[in-house]
C-alpha cells in the first residue's frame, strides 16, 4: 500500500481541496511509520512570539464560531470549515520560553487518558495523540462523535508554541492539515512572527501595602500599562477581552497573602502574575497609616465667628443670618456608577491626581477614603465632585471639590496647640514647584472660628486654614451652595 504522504489518493486531495476535514494532528498518525512523516527542518533557534488565530483560521479555509475563551492555560476557539459546515476546535498556548512549554508538554502525558506518543520530530517537536472509546460522547468542544464514534484529540509542541487540535472526521486526512499547521508555524510569520524573546504584556497593580485583619476585601486593581486587551484579566468567569480587572484578598487571617491571575494576550501569549499583601491587627494598620478617617456626628460644619449672643447659643438658621459653613454632601451627590468599581476608580485616581498636583503627598488621603460621584440636582449631569475628610496628627482636614475645575482644602487645628506644635500654613500643605493654572490660581487666608456639627451647637474654638484653588472665589467660609466651591 502506497504512503499517503508522498502520493495523496484521491480522497485525500479532495478532501484538502475542500477543506472537508476537521482539524487535527491524531490517533491515525502514531501508528505511522517514521518514513511516512519526515521531520520538518527547524529555521534558526528563534522563539514564536505570538499566534495569529484569524491568520489560522484563514489559513485552513474556516469561519470562528463563537468568541476565544481562556482557562487559565490556553486560548480556545471553535470554527468551521466553509462549505463543508464540519466543526473544529483548537488550543493555542505561547509560553514564554521553550523550557516552560516542553515542561508543560510534559505533564499532558500524565493524565489518566494515557495518549500515544509520536516519534520526536514527526510533527512538531514532540506529539501526543488520545482516542476515545467507541460511542464516547467526549468530544473535546466538537459538538460532535468522532471519525466512527471515536472522539480524538492531539496536542503537539513546537518550540515554545503548543496547539491541541480536536475533531470530527477520518485520521489520515487531518495528518495533512497537521503537518500544514506545523509548516507555517515554522516558516509563516503572519501565521507567527519570530524574535529573541516572547513579548508580554506589561502588567501593574494599584494595592494597599497592608490591610487589616477583618477589614472589608481589600479590591486590587490589575491592568495593563500600554492597555493591550487580555483574556482573564477580568477574573470574570464569562471570558471577555479588556484591558483591566479586579481582585480581591478576604483579610481573614495575620501574615502574607498572595494573590495570582493567568491572562493571555492577543497573541495566545499564556503569562501569570502576582502580587503579596501584608495583613496586620487592625493596630499596626491605624499606626502605619499618615491620615485616618474624621468622623462626623452629622453631615456639615457650621461657624460662629461669636457662639453668643445675650448669653444664649447662637441659632444658625436666625433670619437674614448670612452664616458660614461647609456641607460636601447635602444628599444631593448621585452614584448612577454604583456597582461599577472601573468608574469609581477612574473618579478616584483622577481627584487624587489633580489634589496631588497642588498638595504634598502626606496631605493626601487614601483612595478608599474619598467619595466621589455627581452634584445631581439637573437632569442631565456631566461634572463629577469628589470630597474627603481626614485626620492627620492634630489636624483634621476636608478636601472638596469638582473634577477638572476647582477644589476647596479646609484644615483646622485645635485653639490651644500642644507644646511644639505651630500652626499650619500654606506652605506647610502646598508643593513648593505648584504653580496656579490660569482660570484662577490659588486663594488662602487664616482665621479662628467657633465650629460645629449641628446649627445648635456645642460649639469649639478653632484655628482655620483655607485654601481654594481655580475657584475664582475669596478663601472664606461664606458656602451659599455649591457655586462656594467651585461646584458649578
Known sequence: MSNPLKR???????????????????????????????????????????????????????????????????????????????????????????????????????????????????????????????????????????????????????????????????????????????????NSDALAPKGATVPIPQIAFNAPKIVPLGGRNARIKIYSVRGERLLGVTGKDKDEWSTQGWMYLQANRLGEHKLERSMMSEGNVVFTRSITVQVVSPREYEAARTVHPWKWSHDALYFLTNPRVNGHVKVYYDKGDEGEWLKPDPGTIGHYYYGDEDKQEQLMRQALQEWGQALKAEWLPAPDML??????????????????????????????????????????????????????TAADLIRPEFKADSRGSFKSSSLFRYRAFRPQGPYQRVRVLLLRFNSGEAADLTFPGYEGAGYR
Open 8 to 186: 495523496p489518493t484521491p480522497f485525500i486531495r479532495r478532501a484538502v481541496a475542500l477543506g472537508a476535514v476537521v482539524l487535527t494532528v491524531t490517533l491515525g498518525i502514531c501508528h505511522m511509520p517514521n518514513s511516512a512523516a519526515p521531520a520538518i527542518p527547524a529555521k534558526g533557534t528563534l522563539l514564536i512570539q505570538k499566534v495569529n488565530a484569524a491568520h489560522l483560521f484563514a489559513l485552513l479555509g474556516a469561519t470562528q464560531v463563537g468568541e476565544a475563551a481562556f482557562a487559565g492555560q490556553a486560548g480556545s476557539y471553535r470554527g468551521v470549515f466553509r462549505g463543508t459546515g464540519a466543526r473544529f476546535g483548537f488550543s493555542i498556548t505561547v509560553f514564554p520560553t521553550i523550557a516552560d512549554a516542553r515542561r508543560n508538554f510534559q505533564q499532558m502525558g500524565m493524565t489518566s487518558l494515557a495518549p500515544t506518543r509520536l516519534p520526536d520530530g514527526t510533527i512538531g517537536d514532540e506529539c501526543l495523540s488520545w482516542r476515545g472509546e467507541p460511542g464516547t460522547r467526549g468530544n473535546y468542544g466538537t459538538g460532535r462523535l468522532g471519525y466512527a464514534g471515536w472522539p480524538s484529540q492531539c496536542v503537539l509542541r513546537r518550540r515554545n508554541v503548543q496547539l491541541s487540535f480536536s475533531y470530527s472526521g477520518p485520521t489520515k486526512d487531518a495528518l495533512v492539515l497537521a503537518r500544514k499547521i506545523d509548516r507555517e508555524l515554522i
Open 371 to 424: 467619595t466621589v460621584g455627581f452634584e445631581n440636582t439637573r437632569a442631565h449631569p456631566s461634572d463629577y465632585v469628589a470630597y474627603c475628610t481626614f485626620t492627620r496628627k492634630e489636624a483634621k482636614a476636608l478636601i472638596m471639590g469638582k473634577l477638572g475645575k476647582s477644589f476647596l482644602v479646609y484644615v483646622e487645628q485645635p485653639d490651644s496647640l500642644p507644646a511644639g506644635v505651630v500652626p499650619l
